[in-house]
């Protein structure tokens, strides 16, 4: 990670800058192929998530001040687009970054894509400041919700009446492309928390996506009956995780994995055929094989804040196959953590983990196809699955039973 991360670093101020209308490109971070505009945004996100995970101090002393480089040059474009109209109304634009590249197909202004991408990295950002102390942790942290609340204002202005809500706010001059209507969605602020699941805007939308967007469990279409396969359901596997609508969790994470992985040489592919099954086009970048990690990873342990859910994609027969279940060494933000499930007869013991330099969040969340029979010291019963960890416990187990079994 540290090594991509400074391949990436190389991009900033460099000779593949983003395309837009910016006030400046000081700070910005580029890319070799096509020049989206989300590129610093989410560049910075990685490098603050991997200095809260890893604690690589050496890499955080370093890179530090390009990181906050590029969250400046976000804070210049957000701000210089804070104009109202001439007659003093709020223009849909409001906020966010300017008109420019936004996916491989797209210019304008795709907030699904740009805007939420951009935000997560100033987010992100924000959060590592704050856990380090850094001068500047209120400035963004302030900044971070002013950019969240001028996206939710847009995200009203694209929802239509049926639940859709359009990915980009359409100007004179722009070029979107149709084929990606349905992957470039509000599935992505979700995934990354720049719109609250909970919301009845994106309540609404999950209705609508559900009903007139996904074929069976293929979450994006893209013409006939060939599917841009991976990304979205990986998406919708972390909203309904975020929902608590576990079976749907799971169907999305074995439909990501079932047919963005060819069998056998396990090859990443991107778009996948239900009529002919020779066409297996293969993904060359590694954003494939990402996604996979992290779908088989947050179906056993899914951080969300402070909260944790526990085995939110592992339906008890599958623990019950497995015997034992268990990730050893995973960093979060919080510490590393190990967790392990194993069965013992007609109960599952599972026990997280952390060293004596983290700690555990501070709520365990468990799915409601578990029943839960025991609860160690070190936790707290409260309503709907959850549980509350004391503060300074390291080690916290649970025993479970199959919660769809008759008692």
């Given amino acids: 990670m540290r090594e991509a991360l400074k391949c990436l670093f190389e991009l900033q101020d460099g000779g593949f800058p983003p395309e837009g209308r910016f006030t400046s490109l000081e700070g910005a971070i580029g890319t070799t192929g096509p020049r989206w505009m989300n590129s610093t945004g989410s560049a910075i996100a990685l490098a603050a998530d991997y200095i809260r995970c890893s604690r690589d101090k050496e890499f955080a002393e370093e890179y530090l001040p390009r990181i ?75 900044e971070a919700a002013r950019y969240y609340s001028d996206i939710a204002a847009a995200i009203d202005h694209l929802a239509r009446p049926d639940g859709r809500i359009e990915r980009a706010i359409r100007v004179e001059g722009d070029d979107i492309c149709t084929k990606f209507d349905l992957l470039v969605s509000a599935v992505h602020p979700a995934q990354i928390g720049a719109i609250d699941t909970d919301s009845d805007v994106f309540e609404r939308f999950v209705e609508y996506a559900e009903k007139n967007v996904a074929n069976g469990y293929f979450a994006g ?68 094989s990402g996604r996979a990690i992290e779908v088989i990873l947050d179906s056993i342990y899914f951080e969300q804040g402070e909260c944790v859910t526990i085995l939110g994609g592992m339906p008890y027969a599958w623990l019950e196959d497995n015997g034992v279940t268990s990730v050893t060494g995973l960093r979060t933000p919080h510490g590393v953590v190990d967790i392990r499930a194993a069965v013992d007869g007609d109960c599952c013991r599972v026990e997280i983990s952390t060293q004596h330099t983290g700690k555990l969040p501070r709520t365990i969340r468990v799915p409601d196809h578990f029943s839960v029979k025991e609860a160690s010291n070190g936790l707290t019963s409260r309503d709907n699955g959850y549980f509350d960890v004391s503060e300074g416990a390291l080690s916290v187990s649970l025993t479970l039973v199959d919660g769809e079994k008759p008692v």
């Avoid at 990986?234 to 079976?247: C, N, P, S």
């Avoid at 074995?254 to 991107?270: D, F, K």
Wanted: with cysteine; aromatic share 12%; glycine share 10%.
């Fill in 68 to 142: 906050l480089r590029g969250a400046d040059w976000i804070l210049r474009e957000i701000r210089a687009t804070r104009v109202l109209n001439p007659d003093g109304t709020r223009p849909a634009t409001y906020g966010l970054m300017p008109f420019g590249c936004s996916t491989d197909g797209d210019t304008g202004f795709v907030i699904m894509f740009s805007d939420s991408y951009t935000w997560w990295g100033l987010d992100n950002v924000a959060a590592l400041l704050t856990e380090i102390g850094h001068e500047r942790a209120a400035e963004l942290a302030e």
């Fill in 221 to 288: 279409p893209m013409d006939r009956d060939v599917f841009y396969v991976g990304v979205n359901e990986r998406a919708w596997q972390l909203i309904y995780l975020r929902r608590g609508e576990w079976k749907k969790a799971f169907a999305a994470a074995q439909n990501s994995l079932r047919y963005a992985i060819t069998p056998g040489a396990l090859l990443v592919q991107e778009r996948f055929s239900k009529s002919n099954p020779a066409y297996t086009p293969w993904q060359p970048n590694g954003s494939g």
